[in-house]
């Protein structure tokens, strides 16, 4: 199945994207958590949302997931590892799944962890961001993962079933991954290693771990690996008003188009960006009419 659109993110954009793209009864996924936004969930208190004083962000994220239900919005539990051009439409692989839209909006939010130094340069190349997808390429291998997140530790889990040695990375609290072939690493990683293959990863305290590819497990993905042709201006999507990328059929809504990192903001924008693949959509139909 073709999709009319994708959209990739389950917060405050997302959502309105999503709510917008049901009521105009448009044929869409929409991917993410369905814990729908961990930062609006930690909020103590929001004052300059309108018509809601006061609401805690776990009052709003109930509020979404409530109207959520109510209008029958499916969100797909997966994260979108890489999208590519393919003519009129865009293939999105999530995991081992695979998806195609004609058109995006990326509601993905701000990307907290920073990409590693040599992490972009050798992905495909022994980086990987997918578990399930390239596993089975390191069955009896010595590996690195890297996770900034507990929900991620299943994927550990499953690769430390295939590896001969794992080195983990947890890059949080009380990480509960464990094994005989497991090695939890305390210190944080610096670098990747290698020049045609990964070859290493590097310590902060100047050390070095032999491994022979490194799996990033991560709730968000840079832009250079989620979609490497995308316009950024000081590190978010570049927009215009009608929130369109520089790619045909590819919007973008919410903290990841740049500040002000608000709710608002973001519900706003997503509104507009729904509205704009609605016209895109209509224009690209009109011109293949005879």
């Known amino acids: 199945m073709v999709y009319d659109v994708a959209v990739i993110g389950t917060g405050p954009a997302g959502f309105s994207a999503a ?11 929409w991917i993410g958590s369905r814990d729908l936004s961990e930062k609006a969930g930690k909020a103590e208190r929001i004052d300059n949302y309108p018509g809601l004083p006061h609401i805690t962000g776990r009052e709003l994220n109930a509020a979404f997931s409530a109207q959520a239900g ?29 998806y195609e839209a004609r058109t995006v909006i990326l509601a993905t939010g701000t990307v907290r962890t920073a990409v590693l130094p040599g992490e972009s340069a050798l992905v495909g190349k022994g980086v990987s961001y997918c578990a399930t997808c390239d596993g089975g390429l390191y069955r009896g291998k010595t590996i690195a993962v890297i996770c900034n ?16 040695k794992v080195y983990y990375f947890p890059v949080y609290k009380d990480p509960a991954l464990s094994g005989e072939n497991v ?12 020049e045609e293959r990964v070859s290493g990863v590097k310590l902060r305290g100047g050390g070095t771990l032999a491994v022979d590819g490194v799996f990033c497990l991560r709730d968000s993905l840079a832009l250079s690996a989620l979609l490497p042709s995308i316009g950024t201006e000081d590190g978010h999507i570049a927009v215009d008003r009608g929130m369109a990328t ?4 590819v919007y973008a809504a919410g903290d990841c188009t740049g500040r002000p990192y608000q709710y608002a903001k973001a519900v706003g924008e997503g509104n507009t960006a729904a509205h704009s693949v609605i016209a895109y959509l209509a224009k690209a139909r009109n011109e293949l009419l005879p």
């Open 19 to 29: 709510l917008n793209l049901k009521i105009l009864g448009k044929n869409f996924i």
């Open 246 to 249: 520089n790619l045909p059929g």
């Open 149 to 164: 997140a507990a929900r991620f530790e299943h994927e550990a889990a499953f690769l430390a079933g295939l590896a001969a």
């Open 183 to 194: 090695e939890v690493v305390k210190e944080r990683a610096s670098a990747i290693l290698g």
């Open 70 to 98: 109510e209008m029958g919005l499916a969100i797909t539990e997966q994260m979108v590892n890489s999208i590519v051009p393919m003519g009129e439409k865009y293939a999105l692989m999530a995991g081992s799944e695979f």
